[in-house]
């Protein structure tokens, strides 16, 4: 039965679900790669759309914007609808010269400084991982389409904020090895391991923290093809 933030019936969401942040990005992934999709939940504008994969069944909903808005729908998706594996697909801020706007990070790990994942077990440094499984899948999927993006696989932070500038954080964090920050991949790792789902972030590029570039707003909408490849063929 439907939950206070999706309407979709049982049965109606796949197993398997690409997450992106934007409902049109969930709308456009529907259009574009899966066949025969149908939308299945609009709740508050939070688009989902179910359809298959060289048949098989995936579904492509937003998560809205940040930890707690991933939390909730990742926590429902896991417990009221049975899903089994959720790939956020996104975009993020490129933290290190050697990463460049337009790449591919598959994020094995997520540093967070956010109280949102602190009070799951407090007085813990919980780790927030990706599964090991499908961290593996998605770096040899990106090495088959490595001739399209150069991709990386490594740590990034999850931030509660967007405009707040932290230097000194920032460059902490890519002196130990930190290749970008976003907003989402280190709740949704905690979801999963709380509901023993697989869980994987993989983003693109759209902003450079050191040299200012960025994407368009038409760009951050379509240039993400890689990552969803890479997603859908886990």
Request: glycine share 8%; charged share 20%.
């Amino acid at each position: 039965m439907p939950t206070p933030h999706i309407r979709a019936e049982r049965g109606q969401i796949a197993r398997r679900v690409i997450m992106p942040g934007d409902p049109r990005r969930a709308e456009r992934i529907a259009r574009d790669y899966l066949d025969d999709a149908v939308l299945v939940t609009d709740v508050r504008g939070i688009l989902g759309f179910t359809g298959t994969w060289e048949g098989r069944p995936v579904t492509a909903m937003a998560s809205g914007m940040g930890g707690p808005s991933i939390t909730i729908y990742a926590t429902e998706l896991a417990r009221e609808y049975g899903v089994e594996q959720i790939v956020r697909v996104g975009t993020a801020g490129a933290m290190r010269a050697d990463v460049a706007v337009r790449d591919v990070v598959i994020a094995t790990g997520a540093h967070t400084d956010s109280s949102t994942m602190a009070s799951r077990i407090p007085g813990v440094h919980f780790s927030h991982v990706a599964d090991f499984s499908l961290a593996r899948a998605a770096v040899a999927e990106a090495e088959r389409l490595a001739a399209e993006v150069t991709v990386h696989a490594g740590q990034v932070f999850t931030s509660d904020h967007f405009y707040l500038e932290r230097p000194a954080l920032s460059d902490a964090l890519a002196a130990h090895g930190t290749l970008a920050v976003e907003m989402e991949a280190a709740a949704l790792y905690a979801v999963g391991a709380a509901e023993r789902i697989r869980t994987l972030a993989i983003v693109t590029i759209s902003d450079h923290l050191l040299t200012g570039e960025s994407m368009t707003a038409e760009e951050r909408e379509s240039q993400f093809g890689t990552a969803v490849r890479v997603a859908l063929a886990l």
